[in-house]
């Protein structure tokens, strides 16, 4: 059996180099790399920023994964082939949608329904009382109001009990969905004019000024202009919340009896006819077939509501 030659071995010019001296060389020259590597690595100590090398801008990979994959879902709908419309539609006019979807879409009507808020003006005293509105953002925390005029009545924004769900969608992925880019030193009065200046952006139609208003918590947060940074940091940034009541009632053939669950709209009665066509692959139009029949707590001799002879519709369209 050959052995190893010492770690040093006298040679003379002109000596043969022999193979066991020659191996035993690559296994010295092997050894000591690996001690030296092996001491290197025992030496390194962990410093304050190695700590936090399992993150990304102090997100674990685990929020980070959970926060890219929202954001994916928001944007989703937008690269499929999908489009959530707002119009406004009366019998003298035709609404033209210029969608661009290379094809017929499927196309879904909701009417927007009207509801009770208070609107916020700047002067508390001039706030807008028991408002009717198709949109609103507020603060989670005004689930309900108490009526300005009529303190006796009291109207929710969201219900509590387990009964019934709630209207509401973080602010934020209507944010995403419309595309609204923000930063964290942006204050919530300017992000939420980008918003507004989004949202109704063509193809959406342009609703009047008051048909969409925001809470007392927004005023008080705009006026003292927080930013994002602090609305995240207070906690509140995922409280703000954006509702609109989307409602339809699907017609059966035989009717069925008289209904005797109480519906989850007020807009559950006969309302109003929509025509739909296709002009083209881009192209569809809309027709409001004969003025829209409210509830009558809607329409009193002074209206509740604005332009009672337009239906305010959320349109989806599908390839």
């Not at 990304?56 to 989703?76: H, N, S, V």
């Not at 995240?232 to 919340?241: C, I, P, S, V, Y």
């Not at 339809?248 to 709209?265: D, G, N, Q, Y």
């Amino acid at each position: 059996m050959s052995t190893v030659p010492d770690p040093y071995v006298n040679t003379s010019p002109g000596d043969l180099i022999t193979a066991q001296l020659f191996n035993g060389l690559q296994i010295q020259i092997k050894q000591d790399i690996a001690d030296q590597i092996k001491t290197a690595v025992a030496g390194i100590k962990l410093v304050d920023q190695s700590l936090d090398a399992g993150k990304l801008g102090g997100k674990t990979p685990e929020q980070l994964e959970r926060e890219i994959i929202d954001k994916a879902l928001a944007i989703l709908p937008s690269r499929t082939g999908y489009k959530m419309l707002f119009k406004r539609l009366t019998t003298d006019r035709e609404s033209v949608v210029e969608h661009n979807l290379k094809a017929c879409p499927l196309v879904d009507i909701y009417a927007l329904d009207y509801f009770p808020v208070i609107c916020a003006t700047g002067d508390e005293a001039s706030d807008r009382a028991d408002a009717r509105v198709n949109f609103y953002l507020y603060h989670s925390q005004e689930n309900k109001f108490r009526s300005i005029d009529t303190p006796a009545n009291t109207f929710i924004i969201e219900p509590t009990g387990a009964k019934t769900h709630p209207f509401r969608i973080p602010f934020a992925s209507m944010l995403d969905l419309f595309h609204v880019p923000y930063t964290d030193t942006q204050s919530l009065g300017d992000l939420e004019t980008e918003f507004w200046k989004a949202f109704f952006q063509d193809p959406n139609d342009e609703f009047d000024e008051d048909q969409y208003c925001h809470s007392p918590w927004f005023e008080k947060c705009c006026g003292e202009t927080r930013s994002v940074a602090t609305l995240k940091a207070r906690g509140d940034w995922n409280e703000l919340t954006f509702q609109m009541r989307p409602s339809k009632v699907e017609h059966f053939t035989p009717s069925p009896p008289a209904a005797t669950a109480p519906p989850l709209s007020p807009l559950a009665g006969p309302l109003a006819d929509v025509q739909v066509v296709h002009f083209d692959f881009d192209t569809l139009g809309l027709r409001l077939l004969a003025d829209p029949v409210y509830p009558t707590p809607l329409t009193p001799p002074t209206p509740l509501i604005t332009n009672p002879t337009e239906l305010k519709v959320m349109l989806l369209l599908k390839v």
